[in-house]
């Protein structure tokens, strides 16, 4: 019952910026957690960000912390992902991800709903 919808991608120069958007359908949106996971080429699904049904918290991969910044608007059945100081290694593709657990979100691959992804490309 949940569709997801990512949106911002590109290619950006290093050290710039971008947000990426994550659209929900559905009225019970806010009752979600919803996670940021980036897929490179070669290589398995990584977790980036989360942040549980309210926003009050979050949580992100160690490498990334200072830098990326989840946010949400349940208003607008969107969630955010803000990408600063970006580096090459920050090329993937940006999946949003959805589930009742936050649990799930913050731990495992396996969320019930997933986007169909938007690519971010960072060149030098």
């Known amino acids: 019952q949940v569709q997801l919808v990512e949106s911002g991608g590109g290619l950006v120069q290093a050290g710039g910026s971008l947000r990426l958007s994550c659209a929900a359908s559905g009225r019970t949106f806010s009752s979600y957690a919803m996670g940021w996971f980036r897929q490179a080429p070669g290589k398995e699904r990584e977790f980036v960000a989360a942040?549980?049904?309210?926003?009050?918290?979050?949580w992100y991969a160690d490498s990334l912390k200072g830098r990326f910044t989840i946010s949400r608007d349940n208003a607008k059945n969107t969630v955010y992902l803000q990408m600063n100081i970006l580096k090459s290694e920050d090329t993937a593709v940006y999946y949003c991800?959805?589930?009742?657990?936050?649990?799930?979100?913050?731990?495992?691959?396996?969320?019930?709903?997933w986007g169909q992804g938007t690519q971010v490309t960072v060149s030098s």
């Open positions: 991800a959805a589930d009742p657990n936050t649990m799930v979100v913050r731990t495992t691959t396996r969320a019930d709903y």
């Open positions: 942040i549980n049904w309210s926003g009050s918290s979050t």
